[in-house]
């Protein structure tokens, strides 16, 4: 079975300074990872994914996002924020193998972008 | 293309009362269905999921049902709400490529 966490629940950074939201998951199979952006009252958009290759990928908004298998991680960064970017930032992973139909979210970081 | 479809989005009900939240998907046929809640602080909680009509697998015991009545209809019910049943409830759907799509969610409180 696949977990995820997300080492922090809130976030606070001042406008324009970089960011770091970190995310490790748990898995024993090989894995698709994802990035989603929860705004208030809203559902989930999808920022980035990783699926295969390259292990930086880059998402909408400026987000990108680095696969780190040794590390079991998929921190997503961005290197200046905007105000538009407060919300709710989810990580999940997804089994890659046939037949796996579970997609698994961790609790989430609250990033809080300051004027 | 394709879109999901939740309603209604907010409902309040009282405690003992029924529920019936459906979810349509469109532009798109055989999608793996999923019901997740949301609750402050513990993040999405998987709840049902559906890869086929009259299909549901159900990942935590609860006071809630599932069922996939066609290929592209999934409804969350339950027979009497309890407290704890409040929270927002989100509706997804996937086929390849494997990430999930959602729905614009539904804010239920239980009174």
């Known amino acids: 079975a696949q977990s995820v966490t997300q080492l922090d629940s809130q976030v606070p950074v001042f406008e324009e300074a970089p960011v770091e939201l970190r995310c490790n998951y748990s898995?024993?199979?090989?894995?698709?990872l994802f990035w989603y952006v929860q705004y208030p009252n809203q559902g989930l958009q999808l920022l980035l994914k990783?699926?295969?290759?390259?292990?930086l990928v880059k998402g909408i908004n400026g987000f990108e996002a680095e696969f780190n298998k040794s590390q079991t991680s998929f921190h997503l960064r961005k290197p200046s924020v905007h105000i538009s970017d407060t919300a709710e930032y989810f990580c999940a992973v997804r089994s890659s193998g046939a037949g796996s139909y579970q997609l698994i979210f961790g609790k989430g970081t609250k990033l809080s972008v300051i004027p | 293309s394709q879109t999901i479809h939740q309603w209604p989005a907010t409902l309040v009900q009282p405690v003992g009362s029924p529920l019936s939240l459906e979810c349509t998907v469109e532009?798109?046929?055989?999608?793996?269905l999923y019901w997740y809640r949301q609750a402050a602080g513990r993040g999405l909680q998987l709840l049902f999921y559906?890869?086929?009509?009259?299909?549901i697998s159900s990942e935590v015991p609860q006071n809630l049902s599932a069922s996939r009545p066609q290929d592209r209809q999934f409804i969350l019910s339950s027979k009497k709400l309890l407290l704890s049943d409040s929270g927002f409830y989100l509706c997804a759907w996937t086929i390849p490529p494997p990430e999930a799509f959602f729905g614009q969610g539904t804010r239920l409180t239980v009174v």
């Open positions: 559906s890869v086929g009509i009259g299909q």
């Open positions: 532009g798109t046929s055989n999608p793996n």
């Open positions: 990783y699926l295969s290759g390259s292990t």
């Open positions: 898995s024993s199979v090989s894995v698709y």
